[in-house]
């Protein structure tokens, strides 16, 4: 980041205070608007509905698909760089939630080697933080017979053939335009990784909408993606995107982040230390004493307890309302805000980690996820490879 009020969005960092509006211009993606959100299955998910996903790319064609009960799929991934925190497994509910409403495909690619091209972690650090996500993203409860798990260095006989395939549509210009200079090779080749994961379920299923609904920060690999698609010589459609903001961290405005000085609430988290983390760190809205408080009331939209029963945390709408005017008109103080929060949020995370202690050991639990040996030949030949049987 460089001067005040400035900020960075991009795949490989997020920094300052992020105008969103500013971000989609600079981006241009679009806002998603109160037709499309109607659109959406009813009942929309908190997320939708409360604009988190606040933008979009050419969504209608993805929602046209659902409400026509034609095939669709849903795209949205894991780099798995560090233990799992609540902002990271929004997109993941998400998905789920649309899974069961819709019957979506859900396919779940996990970015090890993009991490291991980024940041100082060993290949050992980085294959210990794979295992302990998928075990997170299992949890969630997808149904395995309409999700697949990729992990790019285990599922290497399909990422790798795709990936070289649409690599050479790229050239290293519009890679440094895109993303500024790469640290290694390595970060410029992983973009036709990335897009290989958004069009594998339509190179294993046949042509169909995909909606990848993600953080912001990834909309540049979905552009990549989707001028790679445009090419039309693999007869795709260019995937939809879903964007999100960032949950804000609890030191305040901005993103949760693995990285900064305030703590994040990780998945394992029980819940005394949520309680903990959020009534020690918690940015609040509210004024420094009780009495100003009573008489002037706090600020909902720039205290992050607020924000994290907003984002997802509190999902009955009157209930929400409610505690946001409390807050306004002084008679919710900021302490019982937080204690709200730390409930909801320690609830959430007792039901996840109830549904991750009883899964068996990933040996067990994956093959379940994994692509079956006829998707992955089928995936192979759409781009003009051989099976991989016949070496
Ligand atoms: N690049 C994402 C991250 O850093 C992870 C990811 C990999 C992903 N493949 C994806 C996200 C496909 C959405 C869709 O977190």
Redesign the pocket.
């Known amino acids: 980041m460089t001067a005040e009020n400035e900020f960075t969005v991009t ?1 490989y960092s997020v920094d300052g205070e992020i105008d969103y509006e500013k971000l989609l211009e600079q981006f241009g993606a679009d806002q998603l608007s109160d037709d499309q959100i109607t659109a959406f299955p009813d009942p929309a998910h908190p997320l939708v509905h409360r604009r988190v996903f606040y933008a979009e790319r050419d969504i209608d064609r993805f929602l046209s698909a659902v409400n026509a009960e034609k095939p669709h799929s849903i ?5 798995p760089s560090g233990p799992m925190h609540i902002g990271h497994v929004l997109p993941f509910y998400f998905a789920k939630y649309l899974q069961e409403q819709t019957n979506a495909l859900v396919y779940i ?1 996990v ?1 090890d080697d ?1 991490k291991y091209f980024l940041k100082e972690m060993s290949l050992e650090v980085i294959g210990a933080h794979t295992r302990e996500n998928l075990l997170d993203l299992l949890a969630v409860g997808f149904d395995p017979d309409r999700t697949r798990i990729i992990v790019d260095t285990a599922d290497g006989d399909v990422v790798y053939p795709l990936a070289t395939a649409f690599a050479k549509a790229v050239t290293q210009s519009t890679i440094e335009a895109t993303y500024g200079e790469p640290a290694n090779i390595g970060l410029s080749f992983y973009p036709a990784v ?1 897009a290989t ?2 069009l594998l379920p339509q190179l294993i299923e046949g042509r169909h909408p995909t909606l ?1 609904p ?1 953080a912001i920060d ?1 909309d540049p ?1 979905i552009r990549i993606c989707r001028d790679i698609a445009d090419k039309q010589r693999y007869d795709v459609d260019k995937p939809s995107a879903l964007l999100s903001k960032f949950l804000p961290s609890l030191a305040g405005p901005g993103k949760m982040s693995s990285s900064d000085d305030a703590p994040s609430i990780l998945l394992s988290d029980d819940r005394e230390t949520v309680f903990e983390k959020i009534r020690t760190h918690a940015y609040s809205g509210g004024q420094s004493t009780v009495d100003e408080h009573r008489e002037q009331g706090g600020d909902p939209e720039r205290d992050t307890s607020f924000q994290f029963l907003s984002y997802f945390f509190e999902t009955d709408d009157e209930r929400l309302e409610r505690i946001s005017q409390e807050y306004r008109d002084g008679s919710l103080l900021s302490g019982e805000l937080k204690d709200i929060a730390a409930e909801n949020i320690a609830d959430f995370l007792e039901c996840h980690q109830e549904r991750r202690s009883q899964l068996g050991s990933l040996v067990d639990e994956l093959p379940a996820y994994r692509l079956t040996d006829a998707e992955r030949n089928r995936a192979r030949h759409r781009v003009g490879f051989l099976d991989n049987g016949v070496f």
């Open positions: 795949p795209v949205t991934g894991r780099g690619p970015s993009e990335q994961h958004l990848v993600i990834q690999h």
